[in-house]
Antibody
Framework: VQLVESGGGLVKPGGSLRLSCAASGFTFSDFYMSWFRQAPGKGLEWVSYITSSGTTIYYVDSVKGRFTISRDNAKNSLYLQMNSLRAEDTAVYYC????????????WGQGTLVTVSS | QSVLTQPPSVSAAPGQKVTISCSGSTSNIGDNYVSWYQQLPGTAPKLLIYENNKRPSGIPDRFSGSKSGTSATLGITGLQTGDEADYYCGTWDSSLSGTVFGGGTKLTVL
């Protein structure tokens, strides 16, 4: 199992970025997936969740209306479109697989850094 | 301010035992399973415990989990210097419709 994030970088406040998470080594379409983030020196924060078919999606309140999670099961990929970025969105973003019962995330990517700064 | 409450730090000597507490409410821990994650410096989180007390394959039985009411506990026995890391509890919150975490506990093995 491997999850590889990409798409991070430096962006100005108000700008946009699209993160990708390439999955391999498992049947991607069978699993719920989530995005998490970790601001520098801070704890983990769940960002968004999408079911295996993409029919159910949830977001943390702080990103609602600005971020959009999606997936392409044919391409084994998860995405996070981030618009209207703010300084407080600066963090390492991780994708993770919900692979254990009870909402546990058993595989995580290595993370991609998003820096929002002028 | 995290939804779940963990102590900021714990410490113990090599070979000793330590416990890390995680306190929540009826909408999260009280109503859902708890997971625990270990994050070594500069790395992604790693699942240690799921469904309150189950260990994924490859996780040694030095790590254990328990839950009672709206609180959960991670136990680590036979401490090793390699256990120095940040530990997070997490669970689903039925009111928030999202996964919530504790603020993390930094374990120091003296």
């Amino acid at each position: 199992v491997q999850l590889v994030e990409s798409g991070g970088g430096l962006v100005k406040p108000g700008g946009s970025l699209r993160l990708s998470c390439a999955a391999s080594g498992f049947t991607f379409s069978d699993f719920y997936m989530s995005w998490f983030r970790q601001a520098p020196g801070k704890g983990l924060e769940w960002v968004s969740y999408i079911t295996s078919s993409g029919t159910t999606i949830y977001y943390v309140d702080s990103v609602k209306g600005r971020f959009t999670i999606s997936r392409d099961n044919a391409k084994n990929s998860l995405y996070l479109q981030m618009n209207s970025l703010r300084a407080e969105d600066t963090a390492v973003y991780y994708c993770a697989r919900e692979g254990k019962p009870g909402g546990a995330f058993d595989y995580w990517g290595q993370g991609t850094l998003v820096t929002v700064s002028s | 301010q995290s939804v779940l409450t963990q102590p900021p730090s714990v410490s113990a000597a090599p070979g000793q035992k330590v416990t890390i507490s995680c306190s929540g409410s009826t909408s999260n821990i009280g109503d859902n399973y708890v997971s625990w994650y270990q994050q070594l410096p500069g790395t992604a989180p790693k699942l240690l415990i799921y469904e309150n007390n189950k260990r994924p394959s490859g996780i040694p039985d030095r790590f254990s989990g328990s839950k009672s009411g709206t609180s959960a506990t991670l136990g680590i026995t036979g401490l090793q210097t390699g256990d120095e890391a940040d530990y997070y509890c997490g669970t689903w919150d039925s009111s928030l419709s999202g996964t919530v975490f504790g603020g993390g506990t930094k374990l120091t093995v003296l």
